[in-house]
């Protein structure tokens, strides 16, 4: 599974990337808005330090302003994937868009059938939202599963993008059930290396080692 970062923060982007954990980068308008950037220079400045994809939404919400919108957002870099909103003049925007050999991610996806659409409209990515269902006392990692079935069924090559991560458990379960790619804040991917027993075998075995008295330098 391919690990895409959902923050603006660049500070945050550069650590995880230096380790080799970022595949990708996702943004939205509320992360722009809390990185306190101008949203050309912020995505120029992560695409230049990220090889895989960077996503950048649309605002407009109707399919032209959309694809204007996308096509200045594309000018910022090569690797650009145009977000656009799971709306049916997002899927017009996004089979123009991809028609021209651009990436697209259609995001706010909550339903399979809102998925089915956009892998028919030829989209890059599906951005299935999991925290905001479980939010509503729905099951996010159901969708993910039955969108993963159909996408397998027909063949469909478009990436399932697992979205609106809160957990450490959402990541072992998007990839358990196969999601291409999962996008989770910083923090969330730093605390999957974390365990207690982790932490309880480490200070015994630095009680341990003090006992010896060596030093290995
Ligand atoms: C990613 O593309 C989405 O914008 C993001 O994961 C939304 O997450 P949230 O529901 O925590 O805001």
Redesign the pocket.
């Given at each position: 599974m391919k690990f895409f970062v959902?923050t603006a923060d660049t500070d945050a982007i550069r650590e995880l990337n230096e380790l080799g954990m970022v595949d990708g980068v996702?943004t939205?308008p509320?992360?722009i808005m809390k990185s306190g950037r101008d949203i050309k220079e912020v995505t120029k400045e992560i695409c230049d330090m990220v090889d895989g994809p960077v996503?950048a939404e649309t605002v407009a919400l109707d399919a032209e302003g959309m694809i204007a919108e996308g096509r200045e957002l594309a000018k910022t870099a090569d690797n650009i994937a145009i977000?656009v909103p799971l709306t049916w003049d997002g899927l017009k925007a996004c089979k123009v868009l991809t028609g021209e050999g651009r990436m697209v991610?259609v995001?706010l996806c909550f339903s399979a059938n809102q998925a089915l659409l956009a892998a028919k409209a030829g989209a890059t990515f599906i951005?299935p939202?999991i925290?905001?269902l479980d939010d509503l006392n729905l099951d996010g990692m159901e969708l993910i599963a039955e969108i993963r079935d159909i996408y397998d069924n027909y063949g469909f090559e478009t990436q399932i993008?697992a979205?609106?991560?809160?957990s450490v458990n959402h990541m072992s379960e998007a990839a358990k059930i196969g999601a291409d790619v999962a996008?989770a804040p910083p923090d969330v991917i730093k605390k999957m290396a974390q365990h207690v027993l982790t932490d309880k075998g480490l200070d015994a075995f630095l009680k341990d080692w003090k006992a010896t008295g060596q030093s290995i330098l």
């Open positions: 959902d996702t939205n509320s992360l996503s977000k991610n995001t951005s939202f925290g905001r993008l979205a609106s991560i809160r996008t």
